[in-house]
């Protein structure tokens, strides 16, 4: 069964460094999310993207944050220069549109920021 | 804008009991419904989900919901819980618009199962 995966599985930096997320989103589908789940809490929505580019945006994807498609198969969550608040488990999704509303996640990449 | 509610922030329960989590949904438009679980240190697992038909929708590990639009509920429920079943549970919406298709999700319930 087709599956979205996520790299890496966690990833340490340090504060004010950039990292970028990956993920590689099931092929045929044309929606892609990202979401942030800081530990303990809740399941937070930052953006959506679609046909190239972002459809939604939350509060959280300020101008530190950024997302892309570089081809067809990878779509990336860059943070610029990192805080200690954006440690979180960050997990990527998507929805084949035609069938409903059925995000399928990502196992998830746990960002840690000292 | 949608919310969603999840009414019992922690659940402890004995193994072989029954057990519902309730979940609570705002919506001026129709959405999708769903229920996660999320292991220690894992990442999220579909239990089962609301699109549209029938509103008592069976899903993995024995767990049922049931969808009611009067109440705006989902609450998810198992008949008899195994210590296994410990473990986070999110109910999540998401609106019936194939140009959004974002997930709202609930707080979360942690169910414990005591032997």
């Known amino acids: 069964e087709p599956e979205v995966t996520q790299t890496p599985s966690h990833q340490v930096t340090q504060m004010g460094q950039e990292v970028i997320l990956r993920c590689v989103p099931i092929?045929?589908?044309?929606?892609f999310y990202w979401y942030r789940q800081i530990l303990g809490q809740k399941v937070e929505f930052l953006v959506s993207f679609y046909n190239n580019e972002i459809s939604e945006k939350s509060e959280i994807f300020d101008d530190q944050f950024s997302v892309e498609r570089p081809d067809g198969s990878n779509f990336t969550l860059k943070i610029r220069s990192t805080k200690l608040e954006d440690s979180a488990m960050y997990f990527c999704a998507s929805i084949r549109a035609s069938i409903g509303n059925e995000q399928f996640f990502g196992p998830g990449t746990r960002l840690t920021v000292l | 804008a949608q919310s969603v509610t999840q009414l019992d922030s922690q659940v402890p329960v004995f193994e072989e009991a029954p057990v519902e989590l309730r979940c609570n949904y705002s919506s001026s438009v129709s959405v999708y419904l769903f229920w996660y679980v999320q292991y220690p240190n894992q990442g999220l697992q579909l239990l089962l989900k609301?699109?549209?038909?029938?509103?008592l929708v069976k899903g993995i590990n024995g767990f049922e919901a049931e969808f009611n639009k009067s109440q705006t509920s989902f609450h998810l429920r198992k008949p008899s819980v195994h210590i296994s079943d410990t473990a986070e549970y999110f109910c999540?919406?998401?609106?019936?618009?194939?140009?959004?298709?974002?997930?709202?999700f609930g707080d979360g319930t942690t169910l414990t199962v005591k032997p």
């Open positions: 609301y699109l549209s038909g029938s509103t």
């Open positions: 999540a919406v998401s609106v019936y618009n194939t140009n959004a298709g974002k997930s709202t």
């Open positions: 092929s045929n589908h044309l929606y």
